[in-house]
Nanobody, 123 residues
Framework: QMQLIESGGGLVQAGGSLRLSCAASGRNLGSYSMGWFRQAPGKEREFVACISWNGDTTYYADSAKGRFTISRDGAKTVYLQMNSLKPEDTAVYYC?????????????????WGQGTQVTVSP
């Protein structure tokens, strides 16, 4: 069983940056595509970004395009660099792993999930 562990969340002012990390215990991430999702209070979980197993393909939600960058260092860690943060980016951010290795935006297809890390952006 793989466990995903997110880190890097915190409190930041609008316009600031954060870098989220997601690492796996129990196995490496080399064959998995990875996604980042977020859930704000009172809202459904929504897709943010995803990356293919080899890093060649990425895909972003419209809200993330131009501000967020997903990357991976091979089999170990997946990152979400978030710049120009806005108060509406406030949410719990989750990373997820997909056994198929391809980029997909639907949360239900992902096989493993982390516990989440809180990102709070103040005005």
């Amino acid at each position: 069983q793989m466990q995903l562990i997110e880190s890097g969340g915190g409190l930041v002012q609008a316009g600031g940056s954060l870098r989220l990390s997601c690492a796996a215990s129990g196995r490496n991430l080399g064959s998995y595509s990875m996604g980042w999702f977020r859930q704000a209070p009172g809202k459904e979980r929504e897709f943010v970004a995803c990356i293919s197993w080899n890093g060649d393909t990425t895909y972003y939600a419209d809200s993330a395009k131009g501000r967020f960058t997903i990357s991976r260092d091979g089999a170990k860690t997946v990152y979400l660099q978030m710049n120009s943060l806005k108060p509406e980016d406030t949410a719990v951010y989750y990373c997820a792993a997909d056994l198929t290795g391809i980029v997909r935006v639907i949360a239900e297809v992902y096989d493993y999930w982390g516990q989440g890390t809180q990102v709070t952006v103040s005005p």
